[in-house]
């Protein structure tokens, strides 16, 4: 398959899960894919912008467009980050005589590998149940799965990308799509109820009797690990992409 992928990791991500971005890596060389990972890529912007700074964001999306502009595709383990730039860069850079080039090439990795490389098999096994975390960007932003309040058939691209995967048992918790309460500057302006729904949406997987939470966006496990870790709970946190590459 000849397309030029750069590979977009976004800072949390380096710093609390590094081995998400190697896992990336090694999952879209295995597809075939030609990838590259600039080295002195930067955030893209969404930390400030939602917390209405987005003046300070422009100066991080002529940077992030700049660094990325040679590639057929930029695909990041990060459905929110990716629907950041997808949605919000041709805005912060009309003022460029240029236009973005990366709002128009932008994907989450689930949905680069389910719609653009669209693999028959993986060589992945991962024997273990998972609950599947389908975080609110993803769903709504991005349709990686059907959101439950629309009267539209079910579908999950997730759980398509899974199917592949030798060993493992997929389940999803009741209220499958509700918030997990992370929400970025909602988990630092309302702590108490962001927690709350945490753990609500925690207990929720749980009661699947799954082994694992496995989402496409790390902020949302992040959020639930820490959870996860004060209380003691016997459930742990996976990015899909750790189990689509299990075993590179």
Same mark, same amino acid.
């Given at each position: 398959m000849t397309m030029?992928?750069? =590979?977009f990791i976004p800072?949390?991500?380096?710093?609390?899960?590094?081995?998400?971005?190697?896992?990336s890596y090694k999952l879209l060389r295995s597809l075939g894919v030609d990838v590259d990972y600039p080295l002195?890529?930067?955030?893209? +912007?969404?930390?400030?912008?939602?917390? +209405?700074f987005e003046n300070e964001a422009v100066d991080l999306a002529r940077r992030f467009d700049e660094q990325f502009k040679n590639y057929d595709y930029i695909v990041g383990p990060s459905a929110s980050c990716a629907v950041f730039v997808r949605d919000n860069y041709g805005r912060l850079l009309k003022e460029d005589k240029h236009r973005c080039a990366s709002e128009g090439k932008i994907y989450d990795i689930c949905e680069f590998i389910h719609d653009i490389v669209r693999p028959a098999s993986l060589k992945a096994r991962f024997p273990h149940k998972v609950s599947l975390q389908n975080s609110c960007h993803g769903v709504r =932003?991005?349709? =990686? #799965? #059907?959101? #439950?309040?629309?009267?539209?058939?079910?579908?999950?691209?997730?759980?398509?990308?899974l199917s592949l995967v030798e060993g493992?048992?997929?389940?999803?918790?009741?209220?499958k799509d509700e918030c997990c309460g992370f929400g970025g500057m909602f988990a630092v302006e309302e702590d108490a109820v962001s927690v709350q729904m945490g753990h609500d949406k925690v207990m929720r997987h749980i009661a699947t009797g799954a082994e694992?939470?496995?989402?496409?966006? #790390?902020s949302c496990l992040m959020h639930q690990n820490g959870i996860i870790a004060r209380?003691?709970?016997?459930?742990?946190? =996976?990015?899909?992409?750790e189990i689509l590459a299990a075993g590179l």
């Open positions: 030029k992928v750069g =590979l800072c949390y991500i380096n710093a609390v899960y590094p081995q998400v971005g190697i896992a002195d890529q930067t955030c893209c +912007g969404q930390p400030m912008a939602n917390a +209405g =932003l991005m349709k =990686l #799965s #059907s959101a #439950s309040e629309l009267n539209i058939p079910y579908f999950s691209k997730l759980r398509d990308l493992v048992e997929v389940v999803e918790p009741e209220r694992y939470i496995v989402g496409a966006d #790390s209380d003691k709970l016997p459930i742990k946190t =996976l990015h899909i992409v």
